[in-house]
């Protein structure tokens, strides 16, 4: 996978330039459907060359993130199945994007079943493959309305954090976001979802 290592560093190129925020737009975009690389790195050095801007770019990458979640939720709508089976289309994704495999995507089946905003907000917020979640919606007919406000929120929200915490305090958090920003996001959600375990029990 050099190449995309390659295509990655030409990508982070770009935050120096003028045209940073419509990579960023393409890359949020393409990265809900289709690139499997998470934008978070350029949005990281966009804020960090012009901290003013800060939430202007996190409002970008959650606006055509959600976007992009549309595309996939329309790949998985309507190309996912032929006849009742995998498409051509599924076999390319399987066969292509990084940790988009068969299992991940039947696993997912089930947990739409009772967790279905859950689920989505997860994706979006965490390191989860969150172009794995926007097809297997399409495929399996989750409700659009909960799932274009599960990904605004779950995107908007990691994008956010990500920026709010960039123009508080600069390059100084810069190392923490890179090391551990996706196990505190992991954890963050863990806690909410455990908030929701006690409240059900409790009423």
Known sequence: ?????????????????????????????????????????????????????AFKFATMASVFSVFGGILGYGIGYYLWWTNGEFSSIAAWFFNNIPGFTQE????????????GFVVVFTAGFTPIPYKIITISAGA??????????????????????????????GEPIHDFIEKHFNTFSI?????????????KVIF
Request: glycine fraction near 6%; aromatic fraction near 22%.
């Open 140 to 169: 399996f007919e989750l409700s659009f309305p909960l799932f274009i406000i599960a990904s605004a929120v779950g995107r908007a929200a990691r994008f956010f954090l990500v920026a709010a915490l960039l123009w508080k305090y």
């Open 104 to 115: 991940a995507f039947a696993h997912i089946q089930d947990l739409y079943t009772h967790y």
């Open 1 to 53: 996978m050099k190449w995309l290592k390659r295509f990655y560093d030409w990508l982070l190129s770009w935050a120096e330039t003028p045209y940073g925020g419509i990579i960023l737009g393409i890359w949020t975009f393409a990265e809900s459907s289709i690139f499997p690389i998470p934008p978070d790195p350029f949005l990281i050095a966009l804020v960090l060359g012009a901290r003013k801007k």
């Open 187 to 199: 954890a963050f959600v863990v806690l909410l979802l455990g908030g929701f375990y006690v409240l």
